[in-house]
């Protein structure tokens, strides 16, 4: 489920000038950093980074690196940072399928392959599967009995659509609204808190055009108890099943895709769910 093995540097449209200081302080501020903060943290005098978020200073090229970096702005944010400061985008957004990457993939595929008889899929920042393992295809059939629906043209099988689609998932899921609550809502802080590309914000705006996806979905729903972990809870074809996930990312990444991938796991919630993955897995 990979695409063609290319690699790229990032195609962005450079932002109108004298925007980096106000992006600057932008971030600075989703951080919760003071420019005192931010000075420490980075290595440089206070009076500079207030020089440079009102614009009577211009950052070098290493500057711009330093303070994203301090900040743990996101890479793709760092390259439209970038641009702002005048200067070309430093990381490269690779395809996953990328020669280079040949290490990494290694790596997914022990993961994908370790977590068997269980499913486990590889997502991007915004649920598109990009890969899976067995298990994760038989549970594919087993949820959809049969073939999942087709893509639209041009666009990949995602997963945060088929649970929101009532012509997919939806029906199936016993707890659909606590789930789709849960996962808008943690959705759409990440991508805030990833700045709000304007890509990501489009696909939010999809997923909230579903029926019965409220605006108030945004917001998580406060719980004075809550549960110790969220599950799924599927109903298909007369048999039950529960599954809670886990999500893993790369450490250490330097760049865009690596950063951005997610490999999500999925557990039985219960015996009679865990007997289920084994005799799925058993008739393959």
């Known amino acids: 489920m990979m695409s063609n093995p290319s690699a790229s540097a990032p195609v962005s449209q450079a932002p109108p000038p004298d925007l980096f200081g106000p992006m600057l302080r932008t ?3 989703r951080r919760g950093a003071s420019q005192l903060a931010l000075a420490l943290q980075s290595g440089v005098s206070q009076r500079h980074v207030s020089f440079l978020e009102s614009g009577r200073a211009k950052p070098s090229r290493e500057m711009v690196v330093q303070l994203t970096t301090a900040l743990d702005v996101p890479l793709r944010q760092r390259n439209t940072m970038l641009l702002a400061a005048g200067f070309a985008p430093v990381y490269r957004e690779s395809n996953l399928a990328a ?4 290490p990494v993939r290694q790596a997914i595929d022990r993961m994908l392959k370790q977590q068997e008889p269980y499913p486990a899929v590889v997502i991007d920042r915004l ?6 393992n067995d298990a994760a295809q038989a549970f594919t059939l087993f949820l959809f009995e049969g073939p999942p629906p087709a893509p639209p043209p041009g666009k990949g099988p995602n997963i945060l659509q088929w649970l929101l689609d009532p012509k997919a998932l939806r029906s199936k899921i016993s ?5 789709a609550r849960y996962l808008v809502s943690t959705t759409y802080a990440e ?3 990833d700045g709000g590309e304007p890509k990501a914000l489009s696909f939010i705006e999809e997923i909230m055009a579903y029926p019965d996806v409220p605006a108030s979905f945004r917001k998580l729903r406060f719980e004075e108890r809550p549960t110790p972990v969220l599950t799924v809870d599927y109903m298909v074809g ?4 529960s599954v809670f996930t886990t999500i893993a990312t790369l450490g250490t990444p330097q760049d865009i895709t690596l950063q951005e991938v997610r490999i999500e796991c999925f557990f039985p919630a219960d015996d009679r769910s865990d007997a289920l993955f084994k005799s799925l ?3 393959r």
């Open 175 to 179: 707890n659909w609204e606590e789930v």
């Open 281 to 283: 897995a058993a008739r």
């Open 99 to 102: 020669p280079e990457l040949a």
């Open 238 to 241: 007369g048999k039950a099943l």
């Open 127 to 132: 649920w598109n599967l990009l890969q899976a």
């Open 191 to 193: 991508i805030l808190a």
């Open 27 to 29: 971030w600075r501020r």
